[in-house]
């Protein structure tokens, strides 16, 4: 397998998945994670590796700017009208690269407005605005017990911390430590509010360093399919301020993609140029020559895929990563890993493939900043709704404006799962306690490997073969055996 280093005697003779495989500490001199660079050189800005696929039930803009503030890439969908994305853009670009959106309503509105909101973002809390000055912060707690119809005047609470807008994050989190609190609600110097941020927020601001466009805002990416007028369509979406483009259809090595890719290369629109899906180094080579700088790797990986089981088509995905990044590093190109991470070792396992950045979709599903409404199960666990981009609902979605007859027959040859509870994990309820998690893992994987940065990773990464009771042994047993 081209480009990857294996343990003496563990070089497969068929392909593999990320479950197969383990990483061999090496020697190191890397003491601490803090010490490993995460950023990406496919210049896509980012500066953690990690992009979140372009799924309806994933992409949008609350998922856009959060993952941006800390350094990852969010892909629109392509079924988003050119109107939908330039509004997400725009508001993307207007956000602060440290104080998170708050949500906001009047004294005057409900309790049951409040607790309709507070779940879209992970500070779960409410500001009260009037005449744009915060005057109340509402918290979940603060609407237990009370009838749904009170006002939030009357439950508000009055005596919150607030800080200048322009206040470092260390200072605002000394400012929550001295005050006992969780909260801060940031203000600009004539009292009009400018954001929030927890304690928890002012500690990822030093870790983390935003992924910023040459303006200095927040960078976001869009995709559009192949068919219909996809140059006029990228171009839109570029002139509406999108970093990165990407043309996406599941099976990428297809006439109808080498064609829509060159057109749209033809147009130079000074952004990097994503196509995929893709799972060998023929089809690697073939969207290089037609102008794609990064090329997406897999199919049927994903969780809400079912091409494997429908058609027998696709490839374990860290050998089609490998095989396609080898080839792109020939090119002088990249590969975007898609699919197929359900734990930060999978994410790190890419990497060492030679991916440059990790698509991850359903496991970001189930997240605060997801566009879908949180809801509770009979057994009182939250989840959200996934579905795959192939499925019948997103098909459906996608062809609303074509006759009925045509709907129709569509829909009997759709794929994927059209509807999947992806619970919220009490302990990483939101999108940016999964990017610790995940970036917590890569960062050790790089100290255990002797690499500080993600090329290095890559160069010096050795890997083992391992059983499915080798797997099973790397899982931990929280409650005993």
């Known amino acids: ?40 050189s496919d210049g896509t800005g980012t500066t953690i ?41 725009s508001f993307v670009k207007s956000r602060s690269l440290t104080a ?96 929030v941020m927890t304690r928890t927020g002012a500690v990822r601001a030093g870790i983390y360093t935003p992924a910023v466009d040459g303006n200095g805002t927040l960078r976001i990416a869009a995709a559009v ?63 290089a020559e037609a102008g794609a700088d990064i090329v997406k790797v897999g199919v049927g990986p994903g969780a809400m895929c079912t091409t494997r089981m429908m058609t027998g088509v696709g490839r374990p995905q860290f050998s089609a990563v490998a095989e396609c990044a080898a080839a792109a590093k020939d090119l002088g190109i990249h590969v975007w890993a898609d699919g197929g991470v359900r734990h930060p070792r999978d994410v790190a396992l890419a990497l060492a493939a030679g991916a440059s950045n990790v698509m991850i979709g359903s496991w970001f599903a189930g997240t605060y900043e997801s566009p879908g409404d949180l809801r509770v199960d009979r057994d009182g666990n939250a989840y959200k709704e ?35 509870r992806m619970r919220l994990d009490p302990e990483r309820p939101g999108v940016e306690d999964l990017i610790d998690h995940i970036c917590s893992g890569v960062r050790s994987a790089c100290t255990y490997a002797g690499a500080r940065t993600l090329a290095e990773l890559h160069d010096k990464a050795v890997l083992g073969v391992q059983s499915a009771a080798g797997f099973a042994e790397g899982r931990p047993l929280p409650s005993g055996w």
Not at 225 to 232: C, F, L, Y
Not at 397 to 410: E, L, Q, V, Y
């Open 386 to 420: 996934s579905f795959g981009m192939a499925s019948k609902r997103a098909v459906a979605a996608r062809t609303a404006a074509d006759s009925g007859f045509d709907r129709a027959r569509k829909a009997l040859f759709e794929e994927g799962i059209s509807s999947s």
């Open 225 to 287: 399919g192949v068919n219909g007028d996809i140059p006029a369509k990228a171009k839109a979406l570029v002139d509406a301020g999108a970093d990165v483009l990407v043309i996406d259809t599941a099976h990428g090595h297809q006439q109808k993609m080498l064609e829509a890719l060159r057109a749209v290369a033809d147009l130079k629109l000074g952004v990097p140029l994503v196509a995929g899906n893709v799972v060998s180094a023929a089809g690697t080579r073939d969207l």
């Open 100 to 195: 998170d959106t708050p949500v906001t309503l009047g004294p005057d509105d409900s309790v049951s407005d409040a607790l309709a909101l507070i779940h879209k973002r992970a500070h779960r809390a409410v500001v009260v605005v009037e005449d744009d000055k915060p005057v109340g912060v509402v918290t979940e707690s603060a609407c237990a017990d009370v009838d749904r119809f009170a006002r939030l005047r009357t439950v508000a609470e009055a005596d919150f911390v607030t800080a200048a807008a322009t206040a470092s994050p260390r200072d605002i989190f000394d400012l929550l430590e001295a005050a006992h609190a969780t909260l801060a609600v940031l203000v600009h110097d004539d009292g009009s509010l400018a954001g």
């Open 1 to 40: 397998m081209a480009g990857v280093q294996f343990l003496p005697g563990h070089t497969p003779p068929y392909d593999l998945t990320y479950d197969d495989l383990f990483l061999v500490p090496n020697r190191t001199d890397v003491s601490s994670r803090f010490d490993v660079d995460l950023s990406t």
């Open 49 to 89: 590796p990690i992009v979140v696929a372009n799924m309806t039930a994933v992409a949008g803009r609350r998922m856009a700017e959060t993952v941006a503030r800390r350094g990852g890439l969010v892909v629109l969908p392509q079924d988003l009208p050119i109107s939908a994305a330039a509004d997400t853009i």
